[in-house]
Nanobody, 124 residues
């Protein structure tokens, strides 16, 4: 049984930092393209960042570029999202997703497994 579990969300003031973690089990993690998406109040789910099998390639949405960094530890079956210089508009539920493919995608339906999400709230 595949499980994807996010953690690390919370309430932070604007300008602060958070690190999200996502632990996956029941799949060959080192052969999964991993990504973070987010969904703000009244908005559609949007791509945030993705990372290749080895971690050698990453993609980041323009809205978070320079502030958010995705990384992974295949030995721990875990992917991370370091979020710095947080803004109120970053407030959202953040989801971790796994894609059973070797190619990058920013499209929600291209991902096979999803976590339940973790809430990030940035106060002004």
């Amino acid at each position: 049984q595949v499980q994807v579990v996010e953690s690390g969300g919370g309430l932070v003031q604007a300008g602060g930092s958070l690190r999200l973690s996502c632990a996956a089990s029941g799949l060959t993690f080192s052969r999964c393209y991993m990504a973070w998406f987010r969904q703000g109040p009244g908005k559609e789910r949007e791509f945030v960042a993705s990372i290749s099998w080895s971690g050698g390639s990453t993609y980041t949405a323009d809205s978070v570029k320079g502030r958010f960094t995705i990384s992974r530890d295949n030995a721990k079956n875990t992917v991370y999202l370091q979020m710095n210089s947080l803004k109120p508009e970053d407030t959202a539920v953040y989801y971790c997703a796994a894609r059973l493919a070797a190619t990058q995608s920013k499209i929600v339906v291209d991902y096979n497994y999803w976590g339940q999400g973790t809430q990030v709230t940035v106060s002004s």
